[in-house]
């Protein structure tokens, strides 16, 4: 995590470093991840940043702690919490999950990359901890939602939201190719917003709300 010495610097500094090496980390695996190249496009001395941080672990721990915040944060700030249908909140989650996304394309990579990190036992560890808080978040949605009959209860519901989770987490991937693009090529080009309509993104939202709908909601559920 990092030293005083960091919340010390000037918060245009703070920021410039946080988000060169989102970047960094975004473009490359955390083994590959360069520290050196970090410290040269933030114009600073590599000395300067063992000053900031431990090492490039705690600079990454850090990354994930700022990276999840901010967009939980934003979140918070936007979800609509008094909707009682949970297709239509969770539409609206993912809706506003994926807009910060796209608006916040090197932490979305970043987040994806850290979710996914194998490197090592400690770094798996982290990313287990990552997907469970993610799962326990949507699972009480989906308590919730059985309660009120609108899920199905003959499926148990650490499964439901596992896959519901699963796929929530990877739709990142299939708009690459639904739409495509690569991140990276992206973010190498300087380009972190993706030319995406709201009215493309709220179309693909519904046909997943539906297929959820025809696997997870009663059988026996009356239709209007």
């Given at each position: 995590?990092?030293?005083?010495?960091?919340?010390?610097?000037?918060?245009?500094?703070?920021?410039?470093?946080i988000?060169i090496?989102?970047?960094?980390?975004?473009?490359?695996s955390?083994?590959?991840?360069?520290?050196?190249?970090?410290?040269?496009?933030?114009?600073?001395?590599?000395?300067?940043?063992?000053?900031?941080?431990?090492?490039?672990?705690?600079?990454?721990?850090?990354?994930?702690?700022f990276?999840?915040?901010?967009?939980l944060?934003?979140?918070d700030?936007?979800l609509?919490?008094?909707?009682?249908?949970?297709y239509?909140?969770?539409?609206?989650?993912?809706?506003?999950?994926?807009?910060?996304?796209?608006?916040?394309?090197?932490?979305?990579?970043?987040?994806?990359?850290?979710?996914?990190?194998?490197?090592?036992?400690?770094?798996?560890?982290?990313?287990?901890?990552?997907?469970?808080?993610?799962r326990?978040?949507?699972?009480?949605?989906?308590?919730?939602?059985?309660?009120?009959?609108q899920?199905?209860?003959?499926?148990?519901v650490d499964?439901?939201?596992?896959?519901?989770?699963?796929?929530?987490?990877n739709?990142?991937?299939?708009?690459?190719?639904k739409?495509n693009?690569?991140y990276?090529?992206?973010?190498?080009?300087?380009?972190?917003?993706?030319?995406?309509?709201?009215?493309?993104?709220?179309?693909?939202?519904d046909?997943?709300?539906e297929?959820?709908?025809?696997?997870?909601?009663?059988?026996?559920?009356?239709?209007?």
């Amino acid at each position: 995590m990092p030293k005083q010495t960091f919340f010390n610097l000037p918060e245009e500094k703070r920021n410039k470093i946080i988000n060169i090496s989102l970047l960094e980390f975004a473009q490359h695996s955390y083994r590959a991840a360069s520290l050196s190249r970090i410290v040269e496009k933030a114009g600073i001395a590599k000395g300067s940043m063992y000053q900031y941080f431990k090492n490039k672990k705690g600079l990454y721990l850090y990354l994930i702690d700022f990276a999840t915040n901010r967009k939980l944060s934003y979140l918070d700030r936007h979800l609509d919490s008094s909707i009682e249908d949970f297709y239509i909140l969770y539409k609206q989650m993912i809706f506003l999950a994926v807009k910060y996304d796209l608006g916040n394309l090197g932490k979305s990579l970043f987040t994806y990359n850290a979710l996914n990190n194998r490197s090592d036992k400690e770094m798996r560890e982290i990313a287990m901890k990552m997907k469970e808080k993610k799962r326990n978040f949507l699972k009480k949605y989906i308590i919730t939602a059985q309660e009120r009959g609108q899920i199905r209860k003959d499926v148990g519901v650490d499964l439901i939201t596992w896959i519901i989770n699963q796929i929530g987490m990877n739709l990142g991937t299939y708009m690459g190719i639904k739409f495509n693009f690569n991140y990276i090529n992206l973010i190498e080009k300087g380009i972190l917003k993706l030319p995406i309509s709201d009215k493309e993104l709220e179309s693909m939202l519904d046909e997943l709300i539906e297929i959820f709908k025809n696997g997870f909601e009663p059988k026996n559920k009356s239709k209007a």
